[in-house]
């Protein structure tokens, strides 16, 4: 045999060598599906490849009652436009919700303003908990720059059965002696 042949035979050999390991290792990795699934069932652990299950959710959801809360927006001696984009929402208290406005500098020059909530009826306030929210800071815009900016939310589910409606409004105000410069 020539030494072409022996080494023909030879890659040949470990071609097939190579076949065998990838297709052992394809094997290998669909049991491990079944084996992780039995082993988590043992443990008993969450079986996460359930889908009839539900997942995992907040207890402290009242299902039972929807709240209207509507959202407000206005400036003060600002020249910037500023807009909740959705007007109203219908929340379950409880539930973590997130809404978003919407701000335009409609100046040649840079602005910082800060955003000041207040809520409807004035008592709603002691329930309505912003988790995230931009009147946390101030907000600096360049030249027409716009900006779009979360108010994330939950109604405490000890809210009064009264209030079915909430109205949470902001306005923003320019803070004094930031006309050109950017805010910390």
Not at 21 to 47: I, N, Q, S
Not at 110 to 135: D, N
Request: hydrophobic share 40%; charged share 20%; proline share 5%.
């Amino acid at each position: 045999m020539s030494a072409d042949g022996a080494l023909l035979d030879a890659n040949r050999l470990l071609l097939k060598k190579l076949l065998v390991v990838a297709v052992a290792m394809f094997g290998f990795g669909f049991a491990l599906v079944p084996f992780y699934e039995k082993l988590c069932e043992v443990a008993g652990l969450r079986d996460v490849f359930r889908a009839d299950e539900p997942a995992v959710r907040n207890t402290q959801v009242d299902l039972t009652r929807n709240v209207a809360v509507e959202f407000d927006a206005n400036t003060q001696r600002l020249a910037w436009t500023f807009h909740p984009v959705e007007g109203s929402i219908s929340v379950h208290p409880g539930e973590v919700r997130q809404v978003i406005y919407e701000v335009r500098n409609t100046l040649d020059r840079t602005v910082t303003g800060q955003a000041v909530p207040s809520y409807g009826p004035q008592r709603a306030g002691e329930y309505f908990r912003k988790l995230e929210c931009f009147c946390f800071q101030k907000q600096t815009l360049g030249p027409h720059e716009v900006r779009r900016m979360p108010v994330v939310f939950v109604i405490d589910p000890k809210l009064p059965a009264d209030l079915g409606t909430i109205t949470l409004s902001y306005t923003f105000f320019e803070v004094a002696g930031s006309q050109g410069g950017k805010s910390s």
